[in-house]
């Protein structure tokens, strides 16, 4: 049971560039949410999926684009990378709302 | 709308001695309250919830938090602090309505155990 796990770890992109963080969680949750987490700035939410099939903007999702094509990923787009982008990016899951999210190690991006 | 609020960036305390870690809340039902905690280079970890029920809530690494509906808080406490408590700590509630499905941070709060 490997819970979340996200890749890849750590990534540096140039300004324009492209790129996809994966996330895979083996608990069978029908949530997941990807966060980025900035100095003093605690975690704001980019995107959610409340099942296989959907998503959702959260507080931040503007340059990011989301997809959950199976329920056990949910994938976090960059189209095009700009330098407020870099930040240190967590995925998470849980069963219901109420419920423990579970979080994966993170990837740490940086946009030059 | 909800929020939530950790009114201390640091909190610095001598091992041994208790620790308090502030939170307060604003939401319009009843509501559901985590603690979280980050250690250097990890996600995060969860410590404790509160949905219903006791106001004193019991949660991992000894830690415990005190449900206070009247107050609008749900402060994070420990007895005696560990040298392995420093760590970086986020109070979070539960959106309502539209927002159920999401959790909402605070900007956490860092805690320094000295020898």
């Known amino acids: 049971n490997a819970g979340v796990t996200q890749t890849p770890k750590f990534r540096v992109l140039k300004t324009g560039q492209s790129m996809t963080l994966l996330c895979a969680q083996d608990m069978n949750h029908e949530y997941m949410y990807w966060y980025r987490q900035d100095p003093g700035m605690g975690l704001r939410l980019i995107h959610y999926s409340v099942g296989e099939g959907t998503t959702a903007k959260g507080e931040v999702p503007d340059g990011y684009n989301v997809s959950r094509l199976k329920k056990q990923n949910f994938l976090l787009g960059l189209e095009s990378a700009a330098p407020s982008q870099t930040s240190v990016y967590f995925c998470?899951?849980?069963?219901?709302?109420?419920?423990?999210?579970?979080f994966g190690p993170g990837t740490r991006l940086t946009v030059l | 709308a909800q929020s939530v609020a950790q009114p201390e960036d640091q909190v610095n305390v001598a091992e041994g001695n208790p620790l308090t870690v502030k939170c307060t809340y604003s939401v319009s039902g009843n509501p559901y309250l985590f603690w979280y905690v980050q250690y250097p280079n990890r996600g995060l970890q969860f410590l404790l919830k509160y949905i219903t029920g006791d106001n004193l809530v019991k949660g991992s690494y000894g830690f415990e938090a005190e449900f206070n509906k009247s107050q609008t808080s749900f402060h994070l406490k420990k007895p005696s602090a560990l040298v392995s408590d420093s760590a970086l700590y986020f109070c979070?509630?539960?959106?309502?309505?539209?927002?159920?499905?999401?959790?909402?941070f605070g900007s956490g709060t860092r805690l320094s155990i000295r020898p």
């Open positions: 979070a509630v539960r959106g309502e309505g539209s927002s159920a499905s999401k959790i909402i």
């Open positions: 998470a899951s849980s069963f219901l709302t109420s419920d423990t999210q579970y």
